[in-house]
């Protein structure tokens, strides 16, 4: 049977846990440190009782087991050696390069340039963090890897939160894997935010530029359905077929692989505009016998910026910053002005949602602003009707009535009437065709 020892040092009293001959032959001691007789008294027990199941292969207590889960590692070690507990596996110790590898590899279902920004981001969390092991990297090593990416790489804002964002995600997965206890990215801010100064509204001015100097009807088709379509380029572009394009309906089918893994499996319909018609049946005039893709000289994931500038540049004009997110969001803007504000039916045309459109997509115009500008009698009754140190009633007749020789309609009367009212917080008639008066 197992004993409790003492022993006395610089330090103390000392305890420890002796086994006997007929539980070891070497009988070896289970050293506690300096702790109170009790809790020495307490461990004595859980080992017996160690003891008594490696005897009897019977399951050793619940009580047992919870203090197995608490005690120091030093302890289970010395469990692990004299055989009262099995080893334990030992997991293998990851650098953030072999973490990343061995992470996307297990990640078959997600797409190559999905894994292309992966590895992106491995490439600069190897070459900040040098070979450190994951259970290295502190919160604070996290943040100085975000200084880096803004400072010595100049990477944009938006950029740099998309790169937190995917750090963020795998070194989440390796505490999930309990290769680390916490994750040092936790915390950051990884939300792309919209970046009016990157927009740009390409006019049908412009297009027709554009599309005068494509090379031929594949390329004028290529920018076309990204400008007049509003579809994904190159994704959606060199994914479409003859079979999706309905000359006699006026439509055609788009199946994004962005997507893909929504409810509708990322297909959907849009009218072939105007704008695409004869897009459409020149490049299909001028396709071969048997031809599959609506673009045949590209498949999906080429790279289609460089040649796109090229034919802006030949068109004599600068080409403006992200050229084809651009060319979507010049269309989705127009589509809510052609369609009097039909989100529903834009967002299912373009193919993303309200938020979405209304964050990233939609554009405030230089047109937008002249419009508003016009609107100087609307401008100047509201100014009045919220401006407390007038007299609504004296003000809104003798500026809008008088100086500006408005006359009046029955619905705008109404209309002012009732701001008014809720204004003065009392009832308000119309007492001339021109004067208004507050009745107490």
């Avoid at 197992?2 to 006997?20: F, M, N, V």
């Avoid at 030949?314 to 969001?329: C, E, T, V």
Wanted: overall charge positive.
């Amino acid at each position: 049977m197992a004993s409790l020892g003492c022993e006395k040092g610089k330090k103390g009293k000392t305890y420890y846990i002796q086994l006997s001959p007929g539980e070891h032959p070497r009988r070896p001691r289970i050293r506690l440190g300096k702790v109170t007789k009790r809790d020495a008294a307490i461990v004595l027990i859980h080992i017996e009782n160690l003891i008594q199941a490696k005897k009897t292969g019977r399951p050793y207590p619940a009580s047992t087991a919870d203090w197995l889960v608490n005690v120091t590692d030093s302890i289970k070690e010395r469990l692990e050696v004299i055989g009262l507990i099995a080893k334990r596996a030992v997991s293998k110790r990851y650098t953030v390069k072999e973490w990343f590898d061995a992470y996307i590899m297990s990640r078959p279902d997600v797409k190559d340039a999905t894994r292309r920004k992966w590895h992106d981001v491995e490439a600069k969390l190897n070459s900040f963090f040098n070979g450190k092991y994951l259970d290295e990297i502190t919160a604070q090593d996290a943040k100085g890897f975000r200084i880096y990416l803004r400072s010595t790489l100049n990477l944009s804002e938006n950029t740099t939160r998309k790169h937190i964002c995917i750090s963020r995600q795998i070194f989440r997965a390796a505490v999930l894997k309990k290769l680390i206890e916490e994750n040092p990215f936790a915390g950051q801010s990884v939300t792309v935010r919209a970046n009016p100064a990157r927009y740009f509204y390409v006019t049908p001015e412009i297009a027709k530029q554009v599309l005068d100097a494509c090379p031929d009807a594949q390329w004028r088709l290529i920018f076309g359905l990204a400008r007049f379509g509003g579809l994904r380029c190159p994704s959606e572009v060199l994914r479409l077929k003859w079979e999706d394009v309905d000359f006699e309906k006026e439509q055609f089918t788009v199946h994004a692989s962005k997507t893909e893994h929504h409810a509708d499996g990322g297909i959907r319909i849009v009218p072939m505009f105007p704008e695409l018609k004869t897009l459409f049946r020149d490049a299909f005039e001028k396709a071969y016998v048997g031809a599959i893709y609506c673009i045949k000289d590209y498949r999906e994931g080429a790279n289609l910026g460089p040649q796109m500038r090229r034919i802006i540049k030949r068109a004599g004009i600068l080409p403006w910053p992200k050229i084809f997110q651009n060319l979507r969001s010049t269309r989705e803007t127009e589509l809510f002005k052609l369609t009097e504000g039909n989100i529903k039916a834009v967002c299912e045309w373009i193919g993303n949602s309200p938020q979405v459109a209304m964050m990233h997509y939609a554009q405030v115009t230089e047109a937008d602003m002249q419009e508003a500008a016009r609107m100087t009698v609307m401008t100047e009754a509201n100014a009045i009707v919220h401006n407390p140190a007038h007299n609504p009633a004296q003000n809104l007749a003798e500026h809008n009535c008088m100086e500006l020789g408005l006359l009046v309609d029955e619905g705008y009367k109404s209309l002012l009437n009732r701001s008014l009212c809720e204004r003065n917080k009392k009832p308000a008639v119309l007492c001339e065709p021109q004067e208004w008066a507050i009745q107490d």
